[in-house]
């Protein structure tokens, strides 16, 4: 029975074929003198990554650039089997005529793994989608009377003097959370595209508290399910009424973070249509009309870097867009439009 390679007796045996090895592996490359010089492990044209063909270092390669490298072992791990030393080692032994397998077979493989994969995460998106939709679909929608109301009323939003309760909010009297591995009462608002499709749902667990209806005490007590970039919670319509897709060139859009922060500007300016960007991330990522000309951000009162930041990026999205930017933000001291409410 005959013995089988080590690791670094494949490696050693690669090494005395390193610019043939170099030349497959590295197809944009080129040879410079002692080296075979590339641009990364894509094996496009360049000069970041280097391999030494002859000498005492012969076979050892460093991609600068990166800052990675190894031997030729490694060298065929980065470039062809995501870094899995087991595949390399095995794919080494092929290339050096155990069996027929090619660069372009390994690489076709790559690519319908990767595919596969893509796929699979496409599918699983879609299912959350579906789940946040059927969470959305069996919540109570009339949230009058309910601990949803008390708990906005506790928070100084009477929806009462809103005219009505918003569409986007229903009232979920069981929603499970995995902090605790049990249901809670729960607020749940819709976060829909342009188009208006709900493709989000987020979660705002509550439970009483002396009486009154509060954020549950609970490490996250905020959740949402499913992915909201570029979508929003439309918590009001202003004066015009009109779907989103409608807004007129003179009408104002405010964007604001959450949906507390929101609903307090909505009593203050009900003329406005609101939206709920859900993070500050999300504040210059939402998708409008084209019509939409004229945006004001209800921006938190955050003097940290990142906050900052993060508004700081928010107009230039919307001004990049050829929108007017305005920024209103509470009386100082007050972290928010509902602390100023309060």
């Known amino acids: 029975m005959s013995r089988k390679l080590s690791a670094p007796e494949v490696?050693?045996?690669?090494?005395?074929?390193?610019?043939?090895l170099a030349g497959e592996l590295l197809r944009g490359g080129q040879?410079?003198?002692?080296?075979?010089?590339?641009?990364?492990?894509?094996?496009?044209?360049?000069?970041?990554?280097?391999?030494?063909?002859?000498?005492?270092?012969?076979?050892?390669w460093k991609d600068f650039a990166a800052g990675i490298g190894g031997d030729p072992l490694d060298l065929i791990a980065a470039c062809l089997t995501?870094?899995?030393?087991?595949?390399?080692?095995?794919?080494?032994?092929?290339?050096?005529?155990?069996?027929?397998?090619?660069?372009?077979?390994?690489?076709?493989?790559?690519?319908?793994?990767?595919?596969?994969?893509?796929?699979?995460?496409?599918?699983?998106?879609?299912?959350?989608?579906?789940?946040a939709r059927d969470f959305?679909?069996?919540?109570?929608?009339?949230?009058?009377?309910?601990p949803v109301a008390a708990y906005l009323h506790g928070r100084g939003i009477d929806l009462q003097e809103l005219g009505h309760a918003p569409g986007a909010l229903?009232?979920?009297?069981?929603?499970?959370?995995?902090?605790?591995?049990?249901?809670?009462?729960?607020?749940?608002a819709a976060i829909t595209n342009l188009e208006g499709r709900c493709v989000a749902v987020h979660q705002t667990w509550l439970s009483q508290h002396g009486g009154q209806w509060t954020k549950a005490k609970l490490e996250l007590?905020?959740?949402?399910?499913?992915?909201?970039r570029g979508s929003c919670i439309r918590l009001r319509k202003g004066a015009a009424g009109t779907a989103l897709k409608q807004v007129s060139?003179?009408?104002?859009?405010?964007?604001?973070?959450?949906?507390?922060?929101?609903?307090?500007?909505?009593?203050?300016?009900?003329?406005?249509?609101?939206?709920?960007?859900?993070?500050?991330a999300n504040l210059g990522t939402i998708r409008l009309p084209d019509a939409a000309r004229n945006v004001l951000i209800l921006a938190d009162r955050d003097s940290s870097p990142q906050a900052q930041q993060g508004l700081e990026k928010a107009v230039a999205q919307h001004i990049q867009a050829g929108r007017s930017v305005s920024v209103a933000m509470?009386?100082?001291?007050?972290?928010?439009?509902?602390?100023?409410?309060?």
């Not at 040879?31 to 010089?37: D, L, P, V």
């Not at 229903?170 to 749940?188: G, H, N, T, V, W």
């Not at 007590?221 to 909201?228: M, Q, R, S, W």
Request: glycine share 8%; with cysteine.
């Open 31 to 60: 040879k410079h003198g002692n080296e075979w010089k590339a641009g990364s492990v894509a094996g496009e044209p360049g000069n970041s990554l280097s391999v030494c063909l002859s000498g005492a270092k012969k076979g050892r």
């Open 82 to 131: 995501g870094d899995d030393l087991k595949d390399a080692f095995k794919w080494a032994c092929n290339w050096l005529g155990i069996s027929n397998e090619t660069v372009e077979i390994r690489r076709a493989e790559i690519q319908q793994k990767a595919e596969a994969n893509k796929a699979e995460a496409e599918e699983q998106a879609q299912r959350r989608v579906m789940r």
């Open 249 to 280: 060139p003179d009408e104002t859009v405010a964007i604001g973070e959450g949906i507390e922060t929101c609903l307090s500007v909505a009593l203050a300016c009900p003329d406005l249509r609101i939206l709920a960007a859900i993070s500050l």
């Open 221 to 228: 007590p905020k959740k949402v399910l499913g992915g909201f």
């Open 11 to 20: 490696s050693a045996m690669l090494a005395e074929q390193m610019q043939s």
């Open 330 to 342: 509470p009386p100082k001291g007050q972290k928010d439009f509902n602390d100023a409410l309060k």
């Open 136 to 146: 959305w679909m069996a919540a109570q929608s009339d949230i009058t009377g309910t």
């Open 170 to 188: 229903r009232f979920a009297p069981a929603q499970y959370c995995k902090e605790i591995d049990a249901p809670l009462p729960a607020m749940l």
